[in-house]
């Protein structure tokens, strides 16, 4: 059965009133739109409701589904822990769910030990259902790590168990939108929390998902969000499906966007298919971008391809010219896949005997041994853009106002620990900020000493 009704729903505990105590004032619009959707949601008398939320338990590279009979969560985390719930799961559409996942190689199943849960993102729309509608299962799912768009590759899969099902299912969407929108809120203000915002709000009006895989990942990073991946969940589900979507309401009283959404499936749309769409178009524009790229990026990624398909490494001299033999320098690479980073690593002096070696070694490191990210598959070659750095020898700074984030690069040591920030990295803005990231990746606290070091590069894309 097609999925009967599916929201995007925010999840700000205050707009709970016995959390909010008088603040949820502030935020009518969204507890009166909160109020109108739980009581849609109880006229259609669901058989289940499936919480998508990002507060849900969560892995780098595993989608959970919260297991065990029975989910218990409480607001203590508030000072309300007698402000508790009970959900009951529907461990049927569970195993369902993680049977069709290991049939599509999907990363995802059921997760022990998250049956007990304080996920705001699921509480606060539970609170506002459970006020007209109790009779229901529940299915509660978390995000990953995985890239944006094995999110909503996970969502298609989803919408395909859910349509074979014979169950009448709703689908909540647990999402709130920029944290950044007033200089008060959680993050301050940036221009980029608004953008976002107005953004997905465009989205949703006029129901174009594929915008929301190809939206520019350093906004959507800059916007600090606290629901992309939700949302592109639900929109997976309703790939393929003509929707009417309808905004009830969306606000940010707090710096905190606040949406909530109402999205129907209208029938199958064969022209609406985005994650085919989407793919095709990058498979295209990483060719272009091959095709035009010099010799560095040519080499490292036939490096790149050639392991991963056969474990070993093209003939050097047989293709790439003296300067490549005769010359040492540290590089780096960097590989991207759909926008988003795939792993990247380097070395800041020369190790190998000559710069062929050296960007051979990275990149075949890069693609396989970044302990971030699983090594890259074969069928993900398609969709790499790849980035050469070459850099000049290291000199010692003695003050930050050396350092010029889009021109310079910086090595912070303290002892045997060392942390390397490439120049131009994304939400990288201020030298303070650069040496901050540089200091987490070393180990090395805010107060520890350091010596501070500076390169440049030159980028081959």
């Not at 009951?88 to 049939?103: N, P």
């Not at 606040?258 to 064969?270: M, N, Q, R, S």
């Not at 075949?364 to 993900?380: L, Y």
Request: with cysteine.
């Amino acid at each position: 059965m097609p999925i009967i009704g599916s929201y995007i729903l925010p999840h700000p505990p205050f707009c709970v009133p016995e959390v909010g105590r008088g603040k949820e004032k502030n935020a009518e619009k969204t507890v009166a739109a909160l109020d109108f959707v739980a009581k849609e949601i109880a006229s259609l008398e669901p058989d289940t409701i499936v919480f998508v939320s990002p507060h849900a338990e969560a892995y780098r590279d595993f989608f959970p589904i919260s297991d065990g009979e029975v989910g218990i969560g409480n607001f203590s985390a508030y000072g309300l822990p007698g402000l508790n719930f009970r959900l009951f799961y529907d461990r049927e559409l569970v195993k369902e769910i993680a049977d069709e996942a290991s049939k599509k190689k999907i990363a995802a199943g059921p997760s022990s030990g998250s049956e007990n849960t304080s996920d705001h993102g699921t509480l606060v729309p539970l609170y506002y259902i459970n006020r007209y509608c109790r009779n229901f299962k529940a299915v509660r799912i978390g995000l990953s790590g995985f890239p944006l768009l094995e999110h909503y590759r996970y969502g298609q899969m989803l919408g395909e168990v859910f349509a074979k099902s014979e169950k009448k299912i709703v689908v909540i969407a647990s999402a709130d939108l920029s944290h950044c929108q007033r200089a008060d809120g959680p993050y301050g203000f940036r221009v980029e929390g608004p953008r976002y915002d107005e953004m997905i709000q465009k989205i949703i009006e006029t129901g174009n998902f594929g915008l929301l895989l190809s939206m520019d990942h350093s906004l959507i990073a800059k916007a600090k969000e606290c629901g992309h991946r939700s949302i592109l969940v639900l929109a997976g589900m309703l790939d393929r499906e003509e929707v009417k979507s309808t905004i009830l309401s969306h606000e940010a009283p707090y710096g905190v966007g606040y949406l909530v959404a109402k999205i129907e499936a209208l029938g199958f749309d064969a022209s609406r298919a985005f994650y085919e769409l989407y793919r095709s178009k990058e498979e295209f524009s990483v060719g272009e971008h091959a095709e035009k790229s010099d010799l560095y990026v040519k080499w490292a990624r036939q490096c790149i391809e050639t392991y991963i398909k056969t474990k070993k490494l093209p003939p050097m001299e047989e293709i790439l010219p003296d300067n490549f033999l005769k010359t040492k320098a540290g590089v780096f690479v960097t590989i991207y896949e759909h926008g988003e980073l795939r792993g990247c690593l380097g070395s800041v002096k020369p190790l190998k005997a000559n710069l062929g070696q050296e960007i051979a070694h990275n990149a075949v490191s890069a693609a396989t041994c970044d302990d971030r990210f699983n090594p890259i598959k074969k069928e993900e070659l398609p969709y790499l853009k790849i980035i050469v750095d070459v850099l000049t020898n290291p000199i010692p700074i003695l003050s930050i106002i050396d350092l010029d984030v889009t021109k310079y690069g910086i090595i912070v040591e303290n002892g045997d620990r060392k942390g390397v920030v490439l120049p131009g990295l994304s939400g990288v803005e201020t030298p303070d900020d650069q040496i901050k990231v540089a200091k987490r990746k070393a180990g090395i606290e805010e107060d520890e000493e350091i010596t501070l070091y500076r390169f440049e590069v030159k980028r081959h894309v």
